[in-house]
């Protein structure tokens, strides 16, 4: 297949002019997006920054002639490549997506089909739109696997979605995307699954491709270190308004708006390390645990502990086996050896031995809202249900119970409570699930990556939230996280895995002063900053490192 591209690098290739989008809210619509312009040339890379409810999304899917459910583009002329797409017949733009324009979703788990193996369903597109043979595609998934550096390129297509791990299966996509060589891919916040390990890989492996056939990008993106790697220009958007947009080096450097300059700041937030309480033990301690994928190990002898009001992060790349442990710690996966202890007494191994109140105690946030909240149901029963089922609330104590829970988590009752939960933010859902945790009246919490999928600001804000929860009701947290910065903003204890094995753990403090495992120093190199040089150097310091020998090699994630 020719990967010659139907026009000359810098040529004007996508147009939005006056862009107006109106989403549907009780029954009326209410425009969100005001009027924005987007200019994007072939080969230019174009970062969509902001925070949560800004319109970056929504703009993006725009470029493709297209609106999600709930919206309708109401105003404005969006060209692509010398064709009207509002005009445009849906023929047309069938031909279109998938094809010239590729989309790269936030949540690859949520929008691969379970049913189908990776292999099939990245030759599903170039197949149906005649770009190639089906056994031509099976010979391109692989060389575009190999190019994006997930592991076993020849055979991981074999594989079913929930076979790989997060950051696999977002290379995966990101393959799916390339099927076709598109004019035009939007990345949706591409990277936020994953850690900063494979984050830099992936990093790499979207830029050199994109350079390579010449592609137009919108980076979606609400980690700003990020975009100063892949961005030639920002735009930043609030409220569905263009705040500021020029030169991504200018920006950075010199931003024009007050807000701008808020969303590119540091974040600053950090709690204090505290001291393990004396003459009391651990509140749950994990002791020589061993689990498997059926046959395959991917746990070996972890231990930690984690005591009553203080905060364990358990960090590591995408694969490293934290998720596993808390599956294990849940009792979801019982171990092959090894015990969990809670308040000195052996858990159960599976969770449906274990008794109410067993259960009640231990509680989870999951790193997506969007799958771990029903779209059915509304918020009254959300955070209702664990309420009467631990507690027996009913009637008017579980309605005020659930009103309480949601003024905890900082959200007007009246304006919340009988509203489902497609209908609110990424920031609002997780609030919602931090609220549907402590219905339940636990003493820990298990948060798994809580922020990730956040903007910074909301981010921050989630995490204040969780250490007023934690310093009111005496929790305990055990925090699964790939985000150091997050680490350094709340954790008293640190536990680093690698390879589903423990290889360093201890105080906060200790843990980010060298000297340092040399895991934990390719971890603390990985993390991006706000540097638009700063990849290209880091890179260049591996290859350096790799020609003499001395690279450290992340697991195969």
Same mark, same amino acid.
């Given at each position: 297949?020719?990967?010659?591209?139907?026009?000359?690098?810098?040529?004007?290739?996508?147009?939005?002019?006056?862009?107006?989008?109106?989403?549907?809210?009780?029954?009326?619509?209410?425009?969100?997006?005001?009027?924005?312009?987007?200019?994007?040339?072939?080969?230019?890379?174009?970062?969509?920054?902001?925070?949560?409810?800004?319109?970056?999304?929504?703009?993006?899917?725009?470029?493709?002639?297209?609106?999600?459910?709930?919206?309708?583009?109401? $105003?404005?002329?969006?060209?692509?490549?010398?064709?009207?797409?509002?005009?445009?017949?849906?023929?047309?733009?069938?031909?279109?997506? $998938?094809?010239?324009?590729?989309?790269?979703?936030?949540?690859?788990?949520?929008?691969?089909?379970?049913?189908?193996?990776?292999?099939?369903?990245?030759?599903?597109?170039?197949?149906?739109?005649?770009?190639m043979s089906r056994d031509k595609a099976e010979k391109d998934a692989k060389d575009l696997f190999r190019r994006l550096r997930l592991p076993n390129p020849e055979t991981i297509g074999e594989r079913y979605p929930h076979q790989v791990s997060g950051g696999q299966l977002?290379?995966?996509?990101?393959?799916?995307?390339?099927?076709?060589?598109?004019?035009? &891919?939007?990345?949706?916040?591409?990277?936020?699954?994953?850690?900063?390990?494979?984050?830099?890989?992936?990093?790499?492996?979207?830029?050199?491709?994109?350079?390579?056939?010449?592609?137009?990008?919108?980076?979606?993106?609400?980690?700003?270190?990020?975009?100063?790697?892949?961005?030639?220009?920002?735009?930043?958007?609030?409220?569905?308004?263009?705040?500021?947009?020029?030169?991504?080096?200018?920006?950075?450097?010199?931003?024009?708006?007050?807000?701008?300059?808020?969303?590119?700041?540091?974040?600053?937030?950090?709690?204090?390390?505290?001291?393990?309480?004396?003459?009391?033990?651990?509140?749950?301690?994990?002791?020589?645990?061993?689990?498997?994928?059926?046959?395959?190990?991917?746990?070996?002898?972890?231990?930690?502990?984690?005591?009553?009001?203080?905060?364990?992060?358990?960090? $590591?790349?995408?694969?490293?086996?934290?998720?596993?442990?808390?599956?294990?710690?849940?009792?979801?996966?019982?171990?092959?050896?090894?015990?969990?202890?809670?308040? $000195?007494?052996?858990?159960?191994?599976?969770?449906?031995?274990?008794?109410?109140?067993?259960?009640?105690?231990?509680?989870? &946030?999951?790193?997506?809202?969007?799958?771990?909240?029903?779209?059915?149901?509304?918020?009254?029963?959300?955070?209702?249900?664990?309420?009467?089922?631990?507690?027996?609330?009913?009637?008017?104590?579980?309605?005020?119970?659930?009103?309480?829970?949601?003024?905890?988590?900082?959200?007007?009752?009246?304006?919340?409570?009988?509203?489902?939960?497609?209908?609110?933010?990424?920031?609002?859902?997780?609030?919602?699930?931090?609220?549907?945790?402590?219905?339940?009246?636990?003493?820990?919490?298990?948060?798994?990556?809580?922020?990730?999928?956040?903007?910074?600001?909301?981010?921050?804000?989630?995490?204040?939230?969780?250490?007023?929860?934690?310093?009111e009701f005496d929790l305990s947290y055990m925090f699964i996280t790939h985000d150091l910065a997050t680490v350094r903003a709340i954790s008293d204890e640190v536990?680093?895995?690698?390879?589903?094995?423990?290889?360093?753990?201890?105080?906060?403090?200790?843990?980010?002063?060298?000297?340092?495992?040399?895991?934990?120093?390719?971890?603390?190199?990985?993390?991006?900053?706000?540097?638009?040089?700063?990849?290209?150097?880091?890179?260049?310091?591996?290859?350096?490192?790799?020609?003499?020998?001395?690279?450290?090699?992340?697991?195969?994630?």
């Amino acid at each position: 297949m020719s990967d010659t591209k139907r026009g000359q690098k810098g040529d004007i290739l996508l147009e939005m002019k006056g862009l107006k989008i109106e989403g549907r809210a009780d029954e009326q619509w209410i425009e969100i997006v005001h009027g924005v312009d987007v200019t994007l040339r072939r080969g230019e890379v174009l970062g969509l920054i902001g925070e949560s409810g800004a319109g970056k999304s929504t703009i993006g899917l725009a470029a493709m002639g297209y609106a999600r459910d709930g919206c309708r583009i109401s $105003g404005g002329e969006i060209w692509f490549d010398g064709t009207e797409l509002r005009s445009a017949s849906d023929e047309h733009l069938r031909k279109l997506r $998938g094809h010239r324009i590729a989309y790269v979703a936030q949540s690859a788990a949520a929008s691969f089909n379970p049913a189908h193996r990776l292999i099939d369903q990245y030759c599903e597109s170039p197949v149906q739109h005649g770009v190639m043979s089906r056994d031509k595609a099976e010979k391109d998934a692989k060389d575009l696997f190999r190019r994006l550096r997930l592991p076993n390129p020849e055979t991981i297509g074999e594989r079913y979605p929930h076979q790989v791990s997060g950051g696999q299966l977002q290379r995966a996509m990101t393959a799916m995307a390339m099927s076709c060589r598109p004019d035009l &891919i939007i990345f949706d916040e591409p990277t936020t699954a994953l850690d900063v390990t494979t984050q830099i890989e992936v990093l790499a492996a979207i830029r050199d491709i994109v350079d390579q056939f010449n592609t137009a990008a919108i980076y979606i993106t609400h980690d700003l270190a990020v975009v100063a790697q892949m961005a030639d220009t920002i735009k930043v958007l609030r409220y569905g308004n263009t705040v500021e947009e020029g030169d991504t080096r200018r920006m950075l450097a010199k931003p024009e708006e007050k807000y701008t300059s808020d969303l590119l700041a540091v974040r600053t937030y950090k709690r204090d390390q505290r001291d393990r309480p004396e003459n009391e033990g651990p509140l749950m301690q994990i002791r020589g645990v061993d689990a498997s994928y059926g046959t395959v190990p991917v746990l070996y002898d972890v231990s930690f502990d984690v005591y009553k009001k203080r905060t364990v992060a358990v960090v $590591g790349e995408s694969g490293s086996g934290k998720s596993t442990t808390a599956r294990v710690i849940t009792g979801l996966l019982p171990p092959k050896a090894g015990e969990v202890y809670y308040r $000195g007494e052996v858990l159960p191994a599976d969770y449906r031995q274990r008794n109410k109140d067993q259960l009640r105690r231990l509680q989870m &946030i999951y790193q997506m809202p969007d799958t771990a909240l029903n779209p059915k149901s509304r918020i009254r029963d959300v955070i209702g249900r664990p309420a009467y089922f631990y507690l027996g609330l009913t009637g008017r104590k579980l309605e005020e119970r659930v009103r309480e829970l949601l003024r905890l988590v900082e959200l007007e009752p009246d304006q919340y409570i009988n509203r489902l939960t497609t209908e609110l933010s990424g920031g609002q859902k997780q609030r919602i699930c931090i609220a549907r945790a402590l219905a339940a009246e636990p003493e820990l919490i298990i948060c798994d990556e809580v922020t990730s999928a956040l903007d910074q600001l909301v981010a921050e804000e989630i995490l204040k939230l969780l250490q007023r929860m934690q310093d009111e009701f005496d929790l305990s947290y055990m925090f699964i996280t790939h985000d150091l910065a997050t680490v350094r903003a709340i954790s008293d204890e640190v536990v680093v895995m690698q390879n589903g094995r423990v290889v360093e753990q201890g105080p906060k403090e200790e843990m980010f002063t060298p000297p340092h495992h040399d895991y934990t120093d390719l971890l603390l190199s990985s993390v991006p900053e706000m540097d638009p040089d700063w990849l290209d150097r880091l890179l260049a310091e591996r290859a350096e490192m790799a020609r003499q020998g001395r690279v450290l090699k992340a697991a195969d994630n």
